[in-house]
């Protein structure tokens, strides 16, 4: 999410699956679409018919790669590499140099003529490091970073930038941003990139070549990934380098571009905008933490409101939320009940709450939904730290691994550990399943959807909102005559939602329209953000979703009216139902479509307004010479050939002065276990700031550790889903994958005398997993640094309950994060293998 | 061999469907192997769970057609050259690793209904054929009569079972399950001969984009061979049919019965024959 | 038919009798009531439809109307009934008492009461209401929540909000974060 935030706005999809259909030029990396996505697949293929190029990058051949035009093998883990050599080629091609659509959108919508301030020195300079770096805290302070004018004036957070920096429209300036990310990437050769990665030089400028030749004002190149981008710790710096590349290339905001982000669960996207997250609140505001000097709510704006933009409004977006969450209590006086609010001082990611629960911290764990003992990395630890939890609730429609993980795992099977020897008091309560409960899920590309009631769940079963409209009822009871915050807390809490004849279920269309927004003297609906107010005068759960009930009763997500084009009419798709975001691009600084056939959105200079086929996400009357007066606030600070609106100048980023902890450009880095160094800057090998969990139960494998020789990547298959609790326990999709295995290439099986189906183990510092061997060439060995590098691929799905069982990937993966996103590194680390088994022939794989 | 069709034979590229025949065409060049034909149809026929493990032969677990599953995606790696050496440049859609989601042929001529003595297998207004499980008595005369091997013997009720093209659900004028859920396309469902035509178009066009390897399966000329006349079930292919495990030139059996039968007879006679001359002497 | 083509075909003089059943068969899912869904796995978003009988799920299939799914499914969605039905499902609560090496059956009523003991006890010994600075933080490290990305947006909010706001549980976390 930070990747695309950071450089464009919004950490969402830019663009709709359908659009797929319109691009020339579809590039799949950090994915594997056909597998993974196999619906959202049928838009590759129709643009595949009607002529576009298909490229699938990634170490595997799978069945993506089968229906490509082109199959780019690189090394796992080093995706950044290869963009950034596309990046170098581009920038000096003759194309790009010739061709003045590319200059024209990225001088107009891009701050790349903007000029950064002298103190800034580049890994260019500093032999991959970033000035600003702090070495005993491993972090970057980013003063350095910012742009010329700025360099009087503190740092006013995140988001603080003024819209009037000096800039060269020329571009020649050393010191403005293009001159900087020329000089940047000029390292990353063919042949760098090619001993890096593996990718063959011809390889990697056929693809360049091709993006080329299928982008500019009459044509638009798309970008797919998933996951096996983010699972790094540079993933977030991965998905930005795309999303510099798809600037510079002009392909943002348009139909047929931008960059697709692949979600993984159904609402992976909606959990994210409406966070179960420990760093964010609804709508991306940034969650108060004591560390980034909130400590009251005018401190958290004047940390968080930048001047311009379209977080300027800030403030009604935080007390229109404080007012949803805390009615009556929440007044002007008491700062509408800010103190209320928790505050965080560190890491509480899901990463960082496995130690929490080892080592005691946590003692009590809700587990809705979601299956750690298999999902988790280093799931060996995780199950320790289950045992060690004083309680556990888990709700879900199996007895997944995490609910069984007392009687029934790896450590019990082996004996090592017994029900008699594990404290946790432990509930399993069967959830409904959608069909047996309404609501709504945000799809891959921002798309909301309601899911309608079918049937009653069976027995026991109950929705979450069932489940947590009751705890909570229980809760503000047991508290109500306690006077303390953590009384007040609770029992200041709104939570009396209209309830339905069947068990007391909570009307969900009172939630959604608290998550829409309304006005509190009356209880109507917002129809839009832009009625929320600063004053305590609205309620409104998440911003970014106002509009989803402009009037009671009437809830857009469950518009069922597609059509060839926009499809407005289906569904509800954040923000203010815009599909292709930042479409202002998709005309040119005057507001003309840039083309014909890319026609999209553009200025009708007779009505005075922006139209098309999609709603514009811009100020829908502002118009594209519309030059900003001196103090302007807001949007209003904003050209009329701005279009990326939630950024504090309208300008997507190139070069982004804060808001990035590991460097304001993409920069590659190794995986933290890699079998080699970093040919581009031998000094720095891994990212410099990922967050490290340095424990005897957490060890790292060190680069070009022997005894773990070969590069392993982890990953899912079309028949099942995450860590298996929906897919291994239906029949239907068991038999089609029945058991866990690993992918090794001929060459490797030959070197250890692996046949095809043997037993193998594979191994880290962390644990082991067994599972059978299937021998592909699908798998192949790449030749990095000039040596041979094996590599192992192994799906995730498998665990110990369910019917399609197998060796738990997790068991090998280690506990280290992103910087910026706290995600996980599981796409790339090192391991060993070998022949056999470990637990007895005829008994469940281990 | 070469199996393309040959062009310029008035036979070619017909399945000798009669009208109004309904059936699929399988393009493999579209197939992305993602198996949701093969749940489907057991989803909409209520089939249960095969028997279950790891095959080691690619991403095929469910092995072949049998009496619960009516659909099956056939996996078959062809993804490094003569040389060992993995392609990068590929054929336009389908290349390398093929997938193909095999199922019942529905043939024109079926040696299954021709062979069953229970007069169990019918052929329906839909010009598909259907075993109607109310009167097979599982002897399984129709298990070996299929030169696709498709009609199988269910351990669990004794009868024969295969693909029914969803008959119930033409019925009421649904699609089959498999070609609905088809998320590429690769299943199509509709009359035979403008799924024939459709699948011409597609063939040139796969050939102008250098797929030169593309032909139908299932015409007269290649799959509905051998008194079987065509396939109402008939596919796209890039490769040879013996690589998808298809018969290149199926025969139906029953074309071998006159001629054995007359051999019967005339060696019949001629023991006879020696036998009424070794008496006389 | 001739009579060459006949005997070669061995049979078919008279075509094979139509059964009953067979003159009766039908699509199951005639005269069902149809719910739209979405399908739960991935997030391309398929629109589903229900279809019920008696208060019981017949059948589940793609949306013909959706411009994402046209109608179609990928084989997870496609066994969304099979999820929904499989012999594997609990509908029945569950409880392992601490050292215990079994499960034991208890009423919903009773667990939820339980659980709401166990929320107050964990949070009234681990509740911090100012750090070591003196800053008002008002949360408890002593409760986590996994989970999010499988469930409705509304019920992430209301997780988000009686977890955070009501009871400063603020380790809340998704799969997002893996």
């Known amino acids: 999410m930070p990747g695309l935030g950071a450089r464009l706005g919004r950490g969402g999809a830019t663009t709709t699956q359908q659009s797929l259909a319109d691009s020339d030029c579809i590039v799949i990396m950090g994915s594997n679409m056909a597998e993974n996505h196999p619906v959202g697949f049928r838009f590759v293929l129709k643009a595949k018919t009607k002529g576009a190029t298909i490229i699938h990058v990634d170490p595997r051949f799978s069945r993506t790669s089968a229906l490509a035009d082109l199959h780019v093998p690189l090394r796992p883990g080093t995706d950044l590499a290869v963009l950034g050599g596309i990046v170098n080629y581009v920038?000096?091609?003759?194309?790009?140099?010739?061709?003045?659509?590319?200059?024209?959108?990225?001088?107009h919508y891009t701050n790349?003529?903007?000029?950064?301030?002298?103190?800034?020195?580049?890994?260019?300079?500093?032999?991959?490091?970033?000035?600003?770096?702090?070495?005993?805290?491993?972090?970057?302070?980013?003063?350095?970073?910012?742009?010329?004018a700025e360099e009087a004036e503190q740092d006013h957070g995140p988001n603080a930038e003024p819209s009037s920096a000096p800039v060269d429209m020329t571009l020649q300036h050393p010191n403005c941003v293009f001159q900087?990310?020329?000089?940047?990437?000029?390292?990353?050769?063919?042949?760098?990139?090619?001993?890096?990665?593996?990718?063959?030089?011809?390889?990697?400028?056929?693809?360049?070549?091709?993006?080329?030749?299928?982008?500019?004002?009459?044509?638009t190149s798309a970008f797919c990934y998933a996951v096996a981008w983010t699972q790094h710790t540079i993933g977030t710096q991965i998905i930005s380098c795309c999303a510099l590349l798809q600037l510079l290339l002009g392909n943002i905001g348009r139909p047929g571009g931008g960059i697709l982000a692949l979600r993984g669960h159904a609402t992976i996207q909606g959990s994210t905008d409406i966070p179960t997250l420990y760093n964010l609140l609804p709508g991306y505001l940034p969650m108060p933490s004591t560390q980034a000097g909130h400590r009251s709510l005018r401190e958290y704006l004047a940390t968080e409101q930048p001047p311009t933009g379209m977080w300027f409004n800030l403030p009604r977006f935080m007390v229109s939320l404080l007012t949803a969450w805390y009615g009556d209590a929440a007044t002007p006086e008491n700062d509408f009940a800010y103190d209320l609010l928790p505050k965080i001082s560190g890491d509480y990611s899901f990463e960082a709450m496995i130690p929490m629960m080892a080592d005691g911290v946590m003692k009590g764990l809700f587990c809705l939904g979601q299956n750690p003992a298999v999902g988790g990395q280093n799931a060996v630890l995780v199950r320790k730290a289950l045992a060690n939890l004083d309680w556990l609730v888990v709700r879900d429609a199996y007895e997944i691994e995490t609910a069984a993980f007392w009687y029934d795992s790896p450590e019990v099977r082996r004996g090592e550990l017994r029900p008699e020897q594990i404290k946790t008091e432990v509930f399993f309560l069967p959830a409904a399943l959608p069909g047996e409960k309404e609501g709504s899920f945000t799809n891959t590309q921002r798309l909301v959807q309601w899911h309608d009631k079918a049937v009653d769940p069976p027995g026991d079963c109950r929705s979450e909102p069932w489940f947590l409209y009751h705890l909570g009822k229980r809760l503000k009871e047991l508290y109500q005559d306690d006077d303390t915050p953590k009384g007040r807390q609770i029992t200041a809490l709104t939570w009396d939602y209209p309830t339905k004849v069947l068990w007391d279920e909570p009307?969900?269309?009172?939630?959604?329209k608290e998550i829409n927004g309304f006005t509190v003297a009356d209880g109507k609906p917002v129809?839009?953000?832009?009625?929320?107010?600063?004053?305590?005068?609205?309620?409104?759960?998440?911003?970014?979703?106002?509009?989803?009930?402009?009037?009671?009763?009437?809830?857009?997500?469950?518009?069922?009216?597609g059509d060839d084009k926009a499809s407005l009419e289906w569904g509800f798709s954040w923000p203010n139902n815009v599909r292709i975001l930042y479409n202002r691009a998709s005309a040119d600084p005057q507001g003309r479509p840039w083309s014909e056939r890319k026609r999209w959105v553009w200025w009708d200079p007779e009505q005075g307004r922006w139209t098309g086929y999609d709603v514009p996400d811009f100020p829908v009357d502002k118009p594209p010479d519309y030059r900003p007066p001196e103090g302007a606030r807001g949007l209003d600070a904003h050209a009329g050939d701005?279009?990326?609106?939630?950024?504090?100048?309208?300008?997507?980023?190139?070069?982004?002065?804060?808001?990035?902890?590991?460097?304001?450009?993409?920069?590659?880095?190794?995986?933290?276990e890699s079998p080699v160094g970093n040919l581009l800057y031998p000094k720095t090998p891994r990212s410099p700031v990922a967050p490290l969990f340095e424990r005897p139960d957490n060890p790292y494998h060190e680069i070009g550790d022997p005894r773990f020789p070969y590069v392993i990547t982890t990953y899912r298959l079309t028949e099942h889903h995450t860590a298996g609790g929906m897919s291994r326990t239906v029949p239907w999709l068991a038999e089609l994958q029945p058991e866990g295995f690993v992918e090794i290439s001929p060459e490797l099986a030959a070197e250890l005398g692996i046949a095809n189906g043997d037993w193998v183990v594979v191994s880290t510092l962390r644990g082991e997993a067994e599972a059978r061997a299937l021998v592909t060439d699908r798998i192949q060995p790449l030749v990095i640094h000039g040596r041979t590098v094996h590599q192992i691929g192994m799906p995730w799905h498998f665990g110990y309950k369910g019917y399609a069982q197998g060796g738990i990937a997790n068991n090998l993966s280690a506990l280290i994060e992103d910087p910026n996103s706290r995600i996980h590194e599981a796409k790339a680390f090192?391991?060993?293998?070998?022949?056999?088994?470990?637990?007895?022939?005829?008994?469940?794989?281990? | 061999m070469s199996v393309r069709a040959s062009q310029g034979d008035g036979r070619a590229g017909t399945t000798g469907a009669r009208p109004g025949a309904l059936g699929f065409l399988t393009d493999t060049t579209l197939c992305i192997g993602c198996k949701a034909c093969e749940v489907a149809c057991k989803q909409w026929n209520q089939l249960p769970m095969d028997d279950f493990g790891f095959t080691g032969y690619s991403y095929d677990n469910t092995g072949d057609l049998g009496a619960t599953t009516w659909r099956h995606v056939a996996f078959i790696e062809r993804v490094s050259d003569r040389e060992g050496r993995r392609p990068t440049r590929l054929k336009a859609f389908q290349s390398n690793w093929l997938m193909l989601s095999d199922v019942c042929k529905h043939c024109v001529y079926a040696g299954c209904l021709e062979a069953c003595p229970t007069g169990a297998i019918i052929r329906t207004e839909f010009d598909t054929v259907v075993i109607q499980q109310d009167i097979c008595n599982g002897c399984g005369y129709c298990v070996p009569a299929c030169p696709f091997g498709v009609p199988a013997l269910s351990l669990t009720d004794g009868k024969a079972h295969k693909c029914t093209l969803c008959y119930d659900r033409l019925k009421d004028g649904l699609e089959p399950a498999c070609a609905k859920a088809c998320p590429t396309d690769s299943i199509q469902f509709g009359p035979v001969e403008q799924l024939m035509e459709r699948a011409k178009r597609r063939v040139a066009d796969l050939h102008a984009q250098g797929v030169t390897e593309a032909y139908i399966y299932g015409d007269r000329e290649v799959g509905g061979t051998g008194g079987i006349e065509g396939l109402n079930a008939f596919f796209i292919l890039t490769a040879p049919p013996e690589v998808y495990n298809l018969p290149a030139q199926p025969e139906l059996p029953q074309r071998k019965v006159l001629p054995a039968f007359l051999s019967t007879a005339a060696a019949a006679l001629g023991l006879g024959l020696a036998a009424l001359l070794s008496l006389r002497r | 038919m001739g009579i060459k083509e006949r005997l070669r075909t061995h049979v078919g003089r008279v075509p094979n009798p139509v059964s009953e059943a067979t003159r009766q068969a039908h699509a199951r899912i005639r005269g069902a009531e149809v719910t739209v869904s979405v399908c739960p796995y991935c997030a391309v978003g398929c629109s589903q439809l229900i279809y019920t009988k008696d208060g019981r799920i017949i059948d589940i299939e793609g949306n013909y109307e959706s411009p994402i799914n046209g109608g179609t499914l990928c084989p997870k969605g496609a066994a969304t009934y099979g999820l929904l039905t499989s012999p594997l499902r609990e509908t029945?609560?569950?409880?392992?008492?601490?050292?215990?090496?079994?499960?034991?059956?208890?009423?919903l009523d009773w667990a939820m009461e339980r659980i709401a003991q166990l929320v107050k006890q964990t949070r009234d010994v681990t509740y911090e209401e100012t750090d070591e600075h003196g800053v008002p933080v008002n949360r408890t490290l002593g409760i986590g929540h996994l989970g999010g990305a499988t469930l409705d947006n509304e019920e992430n909010y209301l997780i988000k909000k009686l977890w955070t706001a009501g009871l400063g549980i603020v380790a809340v976390e998704n799969q997002a974060r893996i």
């Not at chain 1, 970033?130 to 742009?147: A, C, H, L, M, V």
């Open chain 1, 91 to 107: 920038l000096n091609s003759e194309r790009w140099n010739s061709d003045p659509f590319f200059k024209e959108y990225l001088t």
């Open chain 1, 112 to 148: 790349a003529p903007l000029i950064v301030s002298e103190q800034f020195k580049d890994t260019e300079d500093l032999e991959g490091l970033f000035s600003g770096y702090d070495p005993e805290q491993r972090r970057y302070r980013t003063e350095t970073w910012q742009f010329a």
């Open chain 1, 180 to 219: 900087i990310v020329k000089r940047h990437f000029a390292r990353y050769t063919p042949e760098l990139v090619e001993q890096i990665s593996g990718v063959p030089r011809d390889l990697l400028i056929t693809v360049a070549e091709t993006l080329l030749q299928n982008s500019g004002r009459d044509r």
């Open chain 1, 507 to 512: 009307d969900l269309q009172a939630v959604l």
């Open chain 1, 527 to 561: 129809s839009s953000f832009r009625e929320l107010k600063d004053d305590g005068s609205t309620a409104c759960g998440c911003w970014i979703y106002s509009g989803i009930m402009p009037e009671e009763g009437y809830n857009r997500a469950r518009n069922r009216r």
């Open chain 1, 642 to 672: 701005k279009p990326f609106v939630m950024l504090p100048d309208g300008r997507g980023r190139l070069f982004v002065p804060s808001g990035l902890l590991d460097g304001p450009l993409p920069t590659h880095y190794e995986p933290w």
């Open chain 1, 830 to 846: 090192t391991c060993n293998l070998r022949k056999g088994r470990i637990g007895r022939e005829g008994e469940h794989p281990l």
């Open chain 3, 92 to 107: 029945k609560v569950k409880y392992r008492a601490p050292y215990s090496d079994h499960w034991e059956e208890r009423s």
